[in-house]
T-cell receptor, first 112, second 114 residues
Framework: KQEVTQIPAALSVPEGENLVLNCSFT??????LQWFRQDPGKGLTSLLL?????REQTSGRLNASLDKSSGRSTLYIAASQPGDSATYLC???????????FGTGTRLQVFP | NAGVTQTPKFQVLKTGQSMTLQCAQD?????MYWYRQDPGMGLRLIYY???????DKGEVPNGYNVSRLNKREFSLRLESAAPSQTSVYFC?????????????FGPGTRLTVL
C-alpha cells in the first residue's frame, strides 16, 4: 500500500529565502507525482505534475523533482514571497489506478 | 466555466440525520472523486467514479454512499451521520490527456455532526 509522507509539517521563513519541501513515497511504481497548493478554507489547486519518466518540472519560481529510485520528490520555491504562504501537498498516482494518494502537507508561512 | 461546484458550503447535523452533498463539474471530465480532509490526516479518498454509471470504493467508504447521476454530477450521501464524519469534504474531477493529468477541486463542504 502506497504511503506518502511530507516533511516538515510546518515551515516559517523570511521573505526572499529559497526553500525546499520534501515528499517521500513507499512504492516506486508510480504513474506520476503531483504537487498542490491549498489556501486556508479553500480547495486544492494543481501546481506541477511530474510523469514517472521525467526528472523535474518547472513553473515560474517553482521547480519539482522526482527520484523514483529513492522514493522522493522535492518542491523548490525560489525567492519566496508572503503570497506563497499556504499548505503544499504532494500526491502520487499509481500505475493503472484512478486514485491519488496524498501526503499530509507542509504548512508554509513566509513573513515580510 | 464554473469548474467544480459544491453545495452546501457549511452544514451542521445531529447524530443520525441524513444529508446529501452535491457536486457538479462543467468541464466534461469522465472521472470524479469525493475526499475528506481531517487535521493531520491529509486527504483521504471516500469514493470515486471513473465514468458515468460506475462508482468504486476508496480508502474510507464506510458510512457513505454515492451516485453518479450523469457525467456532470456526483453526489455523496450520509445515511445516518456520526460525529466521526465531522470533516471537510472535497469533490474533484480529473482531466486526463496525453501530457496532462490534472485534478480540479471544489471549494469544499464543512460538515459538523453533533
Amino acid at each position: 500500500k502506497q504511503e506518502v509522507t511530507q516533511i516538515p509539517a510546518a515551515l516559517s521563513v523570511p521573505e526572499g529565502e529559497n526553500l525546499v519541501l520534501n515528499c517521500s513515497f513507499t512504492d516506486s511504481a508510480i504513474y506520476n507525482l503531483q504537487w498542490f497548493r491549498q489556501d486556508p478554507g479553500k480547495g486544492l489547486t494543481s501546481l506541477l505534475l511530474i510523469q514517472s519518466s521525467q526528472r523535474e518540472q518547472t513553473s515560474g519560481r517553482l521547480n519539482a523533482s522526482l527520484d523514483k529510485s529513492s522514493g522522493r520528490s522535492t518542491l523548490y520555491i525560489a525567492a519566496s514571497q508572503p503570497g506563497d504562504s499556504a499548505t503544499y501537498l504532494c500526491a502520487s498516482r499509481g500505475i493503472s489506478t484512478d486514485k491519488l494518494i496524498f501526503g499530509t502537507g507542509t504548512r508554509l508561512q513566509v513573513f515580510p | 466555466n464554473a469548474g467544480v461546484t459544491q453545495t452546501p458550503k457549511f452544514q451542521v447535523l445531529k447524530t443520525g440525520q441524513s444529508m446529501t452533498l452535491q457536486c457538479a463539474q462543467d468541464m466534461n471530465h469522465n472521472s470524479m472523486y469525493w475526499y475528506r480532509q481531517d487535521p493531520g490526516m491529509g486527504l483521504r479518498l471516500i469514493y470515486y467514479s471513473a465514468s458515468e454509471g460506475t462508482t468504486d470504493k476508496g480508502e474510507v467508504p464506510n458510512g457513505y454512499n454515492v451516485s453518479r447521476l450523469n457525467k456532470r454530477e456526483f453526489s455523496l450521501r450520509l445515511e445516518s451521520a456520526a460525529p466521526s464524519q465531522t470533516s471537510v469534504y472535497f469533490c474533484a474531477s480529473r482531466q486526463l490527456g496525453q501530457y496532462t493529468d490534472t485534478q480540479y477541486f471544489g471549494p469544499g463542504t464543512r460538515l459538523t455532526v453533533l
